[in-house]
C-alpha cells in the first residue's frame, strides 16, 4: 500500500464549478501537507500547503487538513480553463531543508470553457 | 538566470548506454534532491545531497549514481540504462527554513529504447 493515495482522475469539469481534489495517507508522521500544481511539460510548482489539521484559503483555493482522518483536500471555486493541470499532493514530517516529500500520483484536471 | 536548470530537456538513449542528467542551481541551496515522475507513481525520490560531497539513497536508487563536487551541481547518471528507467526526470532544490523553499527544475524526459 502506498504511503499517499491520490485518485488520478481524470476529472473534467466545467469553467465556474467547484473542483475538489482530495489525498489519504497512512504516515501519522506527516505534519506538513502541500498541493503542487503542475502544467503540462512543467515542473511542479507550489500551490499552497498547510501546517498539521485545519483550513488554509488563498483566493478561490482553499485546502483542508483532517489527521485524524488521515485526509487532505483542496478545493477551487470558480475553476477557470488556466486551472486545467495535474495536481499533485505531498506530505512531509519535517520542515527543514532536508525534507523529502511524499507525492500522491497526482489528479489531472480539466476545465472546459 | 536564477532559478534551477536542467538539461537536456529530453534524451533518447539505448539499452545498455551510460547517460547522465545535469542540474544546476544559482541559489546556492544545500539541499538537492532527484526525483522521477511515473505515470501511476507521482514523484519517487532516487537520491539527494546535503552538501558537496554528500549524498544519500532515496526510495528508488538502484541503477543511478549520483555526485556533487559543486554546491551548484547535481548530475544523475544512469550506469547502464534500462527500458524501466523510461521516465521524467525532475531536480529540485530547497532553501533551508521554509516550505515555499524548495523548488523543482522542468524536468528531463528521458527515453530508453
Known amino acids: 500500500q502506498k504511503e499517499v493515495e491520490q485518485d488520478p482522475g481524470p476529472l473534467s469539469v466545467p469553467e465556474g464549478a467547484i473542483v475538489s481534489l482530495n489525498c489519504t495517507y497512512s504516515?501519522?508522521?506527516?505534519?506538513?501537507f502541500m498541493w503542487y500544481r503542475q502544467y503540462s511539460r512543467k515542473g511542479p510548482e507550489l500551490l499552497m500547503y498547510?501546517?498539521?489539521?485545519g483550513n488554509k484559503e488563498d483566493g478561490r483555493f482553499t485546502a483542508q487538513v483532517d489527521k485524524s482522518s488521515k485526509y487532505i483536500s483542496l478545493f477551487i471555486r470558480d475553476s477557470q480553463p488556466s486551472d486545467s493541470a495535474t495536481y499533485l499532493c505531498?506530505?512531509?514530517?519535517?520542515?527543514?531543508?532536508?525534507?523529502?516529500?511524499?507525492f500522491g500520483s497526482g489528479t489531472q484536471l480539466t476545465v472546459l470553457p | 538566470d536564477a532559478g534551477i536548470t536542467q538539461s537536456p530537456r529530453y534524451k533518447i538513449t539505448e539499452t545498455g548506454r551510460q547517460v547522465t542528467l545535469m542540474c544546476h542551481q544559482t541559489?546556492?541551496?544545500?539541499?538537492m534532491f532527484w526525483y522521477r515522475q511515473d505515470l501511476g507513481h507521482g514523484l519517487r525520490l532516487i537520491y539527494y545531497?546535503?552538501?558537496?560531497?554528500?549524498?544519500d539513497k532515496g526510495e528508488v536508487p538502484d541503477g543511478y549514481v549520483v555526485s556533487r563536487s559543486k554546491t551548484e551541481n547535481f548530475p544523475l547518471t544512469l550506469e547502464s540504462a534500462t527500458r524501466s528507467q523510461t521516465s521524467v526526470y525532475f531536480c529540485?532544490?530547497?532553501?533551508?527554513?521554509?516550505?515555499?523553499?524548495?523548488?523543482f527544475g522542468s524536468g528531463t524526459r528521458l527515453t530508453v529504447v
Open positions: 529540485a532544490s530547497s532553501e533551508s527554513t521554509t516550505i515555499e523553499g524548495y523548488t
Open positions: 504516515n501519522s508522521a506527516f505534519q506538513y
Open positions: 498547510t501546517y498539521s489539521s
Open positions: 505531498a506530505m512531509t514530517a519535517t520542515s527543514g531543508s532536508a525534507r523529502q516529500l511524499t
Open positions: 541559489w546556492s541551496h544545500s539541499y
Open positions: 545531497s546535503a552538501a558537496a560531497d554528500i549524498t
